[in-house]
């Protein structure tokens, strides 16, 4: 416990002491990591990359979303998505964040570009599950229930964009192939190897903060988004 009592007391003496020592504001940075923080470094800055493959993936096979916003271009989409703004709060998709985002872009009548709502919503619901942090020190905190339910929610995106169909009986949005094309399963390994980061993180900070998981069985069929942190 008076280690605990201390630990404040020890970063405020590296803040303020350190660097006119050394100089050197990167080593400061370092010593002020756990093994667990450089962890969650590695998994968001993958997790990032991931995500703005899957947008680029996603327009690319779907050049009718872009379309439908004249002013839209795949360049300036990201720039949105990935700015060094973060906020990604958008009049465009009615201010939806979130699980909110992607049920935007899953609605049978939404008209407008539906792969923005449905990656503004992905981003948004990953980066709340790291707390909004871009990068992790010894006294961030990482709730492991925030990272299991993201990871589950994923499955219930990839069943939803496999099963809702417009009019004509077609995806909402194309991912995989068609019946009648060649064999494509690079989005499921995409959205594979994103909830494969999310329940390693779930797992991580379960252990480190002595958290229990709630786990929840759900069959494809009667699938529901679960919280994550909105």
Request: proline share 5%; with cysteine.
């Amino acid at each position: 416990m008076l280690q605990q009592k201390k630990l404040p007391f020890v970063i405020l003496f590296l803040l303020f002491f350190l660097p006119g020592c050394n100089g050197s504001s990167p080593k400061l940075a370092q010593l002020m990591k756990s093994d667990i923080d450089m962890v969650a470094d590695a998994h968001i800055e993958q997790v990032e990359a991931l995500l703005k493959e899957l947008a680029i993936k996603l327009y690319k096979r779907n050049p009718r979303e872009l379309e439908k916003q004249p002013q839209a271009s795949l360049e300036t989409r990201l720039e949105q998505l990935f700015s060094s703004d973060r906020a990604l709060d958008f009049a465009e998709i009615e201010h939806k964040r979130g699980v909110e985002g992607i049920l935007l872009a899953l609605e049978p009548g939404y008209q407008s570009d539906r792969v923005f709502p449905l990656m503004v919503g992905l981003i948004t619901m990953l980066r709340s599950s790291y707390n909004d942090l871009s990068e992790f020190f010894l006294l961030d905190n990482l709730d492991p229930q925030k990272f299991y339910n993201s990871a589950r929610n994923i499955e219930v995106l990839v069943w939803r964009l496999k099963s809702r169909l417009d009019a004509e009986g077609q995806p909402l949005l194309l991912t995989n192939s068609l019946a009648a094309e060649e064999p494509n399963l690079s989005y499921e390994r995409l959205f594979g190897k994103l909830i494969a980061h999310q329940d390693m993180m779930a797992q991580i900070a379960a252990t480190k903060w002595d958290r229990v998981i709630n786990q929840v069985v759900q069959s494809a069929a009667t699938s529901v988004f679960l919280p994550v942190g909105f």
